[in-house]
């Protein structure tokens, strides 16, 4: 038995060449690149599925056997008839999800456990199963398999979910009529057409609903899925879909869809072409909208409920480009050694390593662009919006691809990647931005550059106790600090990013931040004066508690403060080396039993760290 095919070896050539690559690493997602990458996603997915018939059929299983080479069978058939039918699921995410730990299974390396994959053997290769019935329901292509159930539930990937009160496995034919799934006494009539509204004998199936956008000749169709078991990976997801909250979904897709084509063409073009499903995310705890993509699931973006249309069209930017870069790493080594150094990634909160670094750095190149063809469009309060987006990404994200071009684990076509990156990025740097843009942005940044490296950043003990003794000695200037970044990084508590959040809601949402300013219990009256922008009370307060107790948090207000008017060598010690001036503070407390004034260490330790070469903040740091 053959496996599934769609085009001879011959017959096309799959690969990414120089000018594509190139065109690729700065931004450009040029016209059939996500042909070309989505081509090498059915090519390995086709293989996954040869590697567990084979590795299955070595096992003796005979029933194992018949199940993989069944569904195989049925989706080739599937492929005769309807060859684009055939593709459509073949490239489905849920389908590279399922390979992915299926074969880790297989190998008995499956680490952690991997959704879906946990139960009886002969249950998890089933799923094989369910993709293929879904492909030939699709395709109206007659067929007759087993499918197994989960909890009494089987989901057949972008078309529906059929409940049945029976456990362990249904059956799933068409014969000359219509799809039919039965157990037992429960028979599930499935309705081809998917607006079809349920009968009587149909209240036990839901079908995948859809969210669909037209403008200016280019579409969008994607699929929601909130109950296969091969997507609950990215998160927990909502569950299920109201009607309304479906209409919600869809008002915001139609509205970012218009955006996408009108302002960014290209773009909106390779997602169209790319994007297959969405998984609907559960509200986080604190509100902020989470977005997030697998590379082993090529096609789907899972977020939370959007925001608005604007935030709904970055999200599918920044995700998608992830996506891309996945896809690009199937066929070129991006990376060549371990590294195994912690980075600072100005969107995360925690250090990240060099592959992630990439990847949220393509990702941040993205939408950095977005943001920055985003400026020339609609009323004057969104253009100031996209200015100050644009203002906080294009330099950090330029220092961070820097970063990534001197990486020596990198491969000569990463070294490559990074530097077209880094240069694309530095022409950026050089375009006019408004005043007030680059105010805020800067505060932006500034507030997460600080925040991290006191949640993560520790100074080495032996500088921190020359500099404790010098204080203590009333020498006029700390001593000669010949290496003031000995550091570590190592991923630690992380505080508490309400203040961040009220930063952005300031100049995105007035009334939502106005509606949160007095509900936000992690906020004191000094965050409060802060926000609103009296920083002469911010500093007295934030002041006041750095004196009654250790507060890593305050000193990130204070330091915010101070940068706003600060020389450059006062501002290098804030924002380069915050963990050396908090950790000073601290030693000093457990030397004295008294708390130092914070305002004079600033003036105190600022000269001597400024007579040293500066490095970049986005360096790896060890």
């Not at 020359?466 to 508590?493: F, Q």
Request: glycine fraction near 6%.
């Amino acid at each position: 038995m053959r496996p599934v095919e769609t085009e001879k070896p011959h017959q096309r050539r799959i690969a990414l060449d120089t000018r594509g690559f190139v065109r690729l690493a700065q931004g450009e997602l040029a016209s059939g690149i996500v042909e070309m990458l989505q081509a090498v996603q059915l090519v390995k997915n086709q293989l996954f599925l040869e590697a567990i018939r084979r590795m299955v059929d070595t096992r003796g299983d005979e029933d194992a056997s018949a199940i993989i080479n069944e569904a195989i069978r049925t989706l080739t058939e599937v492929q005769v008839r309807r060859p684009d039918v055939a593709a459509e699921f073949l490239l489905l995410p849920q389908l590279s999800s399922w390979a992915m730990g299926f074969l880790s299974r297989l190998r008995g390396s499956l680490g952690t456990e991997w959704p879906g994959t946990s139960g009886p053997f002969s249950s998890d290769l089933g799923y094989i199963g369910v993709i293929a019935a879904a492909a030939a329901m699709r395709a109206r292509h007659p067929f007759e398999l087993r499918v197994p159930l989960h909890d009494g539930v089987v989901s057949f990937p972008a078309v529906g979910t059929a409940r049945l009160d029976a456990s362990g496995w249904a059956r799933a034919y068409l014969d000359d009529r219509e799809p039919v799934v039965t157990s037992g006494s429960c028979t599930i009539t499935v309705p081809l057409d998917p607006d079809q509204p349920p009968g009587d004998t149909n209240r036990r199936w839901s079908p995948v609903r859809r969210l669909s956008a037209y403008e200016d000749g280019i579409a969008i169709d994607v699929g929601i899925e909130v109950l296969d078991p091969f997507v609950k990976h990215f998160g927990p997801l909502v569950g299920s879909l109201a009607v309304n909250q479906h209409s919600l979904w869809q008002g915001c897709l139609s509205k970012a869809w218009q955006v996408l084509v009108r302002n960014h063409r290209q773009t909106a073009r390779a997602i169209a072409r790319g994007l297959t499903t969405i998984v609907p995310l559960a509200e986080p705890p604190d509100g902020r909208p989470i977005s997030a993509t697998s590379g082993w699931a090529w096609g789907a973006i899972a977020l939370s409920t959007p925001s608005d249309p604007l935030s709904l069209a970055e999200t599918l930017v920044h995700e998608f480009y992830h996506l891309i870069l996945g896809a690009v790493e199937d066929t070129v080594a991006l990376i060549a050694e371990d590294d195994k150094r912690l980075y600072y990634a100005p969107w995360r909160d925690d250090p990240r390593m060099l592959p992630e670094l990439l990847q949220g750095c393509f990702a941040h190149l993205g939408v950095t662009g977005f943001w920055r063809r985003q400026r020339n469009f609609g009323p004057l309060r969104a253009r100031q919006r996209s200015n100050i987006e644009f203002a906080r990404r294009v330099t950090s994200t330029f220092e961070t691809a820097q970063t990534i071009a001197t990486a020596t684990a990198l491969s000569e076509s990463g070294r490559i990647f990074a530097v077209r990156m880094r240069d694309r990025l530095a022409q950026w740097q050089h375009e006019p931005v408004p005043k007030r843009a680059q105010l805020i942005g800067a505060e932006l940044t500034m507030e997460h550059r600080v925040r991290w490296r006191l949640s993560h950043v520790h100074p080495d003990s032996h500088l921190v106790d020359r500099l404790a003794r010098s204080w203590l000695d009333g020498t006029e200037h700390p001593p000669d600090l010949r290496d003031p970044v000995a550091i570590t990084v190592r991923p630690s508590y992380q505080l508490p990013a309400a203040r961040a959040r009220l930063l952005e809601l300031r100049y995105r949402d007035q009334t939502q931040f106005r509606r949160s300013l007095y509900q936000e219990t992690a906020l004191d009256e000094a965050d409060i004066a802060l926000l609103r922008r009296d920083y002469a009370t911010a500093r007295s307060l934030y002041l006041c508690r750095l004196k009654s107790a250790e507060n890593r948090d305050a000193w990130i207000g204070l330091i915010l403060i101070r940068c706003r008017t600060a020389p450059p060598a006062t501002l290098r010690l804030l924002l380069d080396h915050p963990e050396i001036l908090v950790a000073l503070e601290r030693r000093l407390y457990a030397l004295t039993g008294v708390t130092a004034d914070p305002e004079a260490l600033i003036e105190w330790l600022a000269p001597r760290l400024a007579a040293h070469p500066s490095r970049p903040l986005a360096d790896p740091l060890r």
